[in-house]
């Protein structure tokens, strides 16, 4: 049976568990010794050598063991799914100068079988270890059940801000629905408030487009919350990311939709007054049609005309 399939108990049962929420990393390594942790330190650089070999498991251990990586395996329900690629290189760089420094956090894979381990917390570690090449890392091992290892994965990842908007999103429903928790429970497990955690889940009311848009960055959460009662949010993401459009530009272009006949507002709608203004005063001074679009430092200026000899004036002009 596997690990998971022994996991599965009766909810009462998940829900009075003495461990509760809120088991962080933190107190699962606190048993580790500065002592260890410098022995840790020293025995990665070592392996990073080629001169350590990796210990048979001790499940009931409590100090830093080495393991070889091929008996290692990423957790697939851990709730960060994106990795920076140029950090991660960083990390493989140093990794392969100066080993592993930090052990990650596993658990035996299945009560019957303790030849695979699944990761807890260090992914990160552990792929990049596997990129600089070594053989075995350190790790804990310890015996955790499937909702300490999804509390683990989101309170230790929100608390270092590595989750995106959307898999924080995921974790929280995950904690919600897989082990019915309440939301309260949640947001005091993560140290967030029950607003935070209540306008996270609604988030993943964006349809699929708008949803990976966010994750990617191409819009913000603001953005997101703006349009989530919109008609149509992925084409206002597809709208927002392509006019690099502000929070409140828009709010304010989700309004007017919402007060017309659900169409997007012209471009010019767009623009905060000042723009507008100064788009004015050149259109009035030069006699042509000026479109003024101002993004931060930058931005672009087009000028329209209707025929040669309005063409000739602007480059006389612009000429002196």
Do not use: C
Not at 9 to 33: H, V
Not at 66 to 88: G, M, T, V
Not at 181 to 193: D, M, N, P, T
């Amino acid at each position: 049976m596997s690990r998971q399939s022994a996991d599965k108990t009766n909810p009462a049962k998940k829900k009075s568990s003495a461990r509760g929420l809120g088991r962080g990393l933190s107190a699962l390594m606190s048993d580790i010794t500065p002592h260890e942790e410098e022995k840790s330190s020293s025995s990665a650089q070592r392996n990073q050598a080629g001169t350590e070999t990796p210990e048979s498991p001790d499940l009931n251990s409590r100090r830093v063991q080495f393991l070889s990586i091929d008996k290692l395996e990423r957790n697939p329900e851990q709730p960060r799914r994106y990795f920076d690629k140029e950090k991660l290189s960083e990390l493989t760089e140093s990794i392969r100068s100066k080993g592993v420094l930090q052990p990650i956090l596993v658990r035996p894979l299945s009560r019957e079988n303790d030849s695979r381990f699944q990761i807890v917390a260090g992914e990160r570690r552990w792929q990049a270890a596997t990129a600089a090449g070594l053989t075995a890392m350190p790790v804990l091992i310890r015996d955790l059940n499937d909702e300490e290892v999804l509390q683990i994965g989101v309170i230790e990842n929100v608390q270092r801000a590595d989750l995106n908007p959307i898999e924080e999103a995921q974790a929280y429903e995950s904690l919600i629905t897989q082990f019915y928790r309440k939301q309260e429970e949640v947001a005091q497990a993560v140290g967030k408030s029950r607003s935070h955690v209540t306008n996270m889940l609604r988030l993943l009311k964006l349809p699929k487009l708008a949803q990976d848009m966010l994750a990617k960055g191409d819009i913000t959460t603001g953005h997101a919350r703006a349009i989530i009662s919109a008609p149509d949010p992925s084409a206002l993401a597809e709208e927002i990311s392509d006019k690099n459009l502000s929070v409140r530009e828009a709010e304010d272009w989700v309004r007017r939709i919402k007060n017309s006949d659900g169409k997007p507002p012209k471009s010019r709608h767009y623009k905060d007054a000042d723009t507008q203004a100064l788009e004015r005063k050149m259109t009035d001074a030069l006699g042509l049609q000026v479109d003024l679009n101002h993004k931060g430092p930058g931005g672009s200026l087009k000028i329209s005309y209707k025929s040669g000899d309005q063409l000739e004036e602007i480059i006389r002009r612009l000429g002196g």
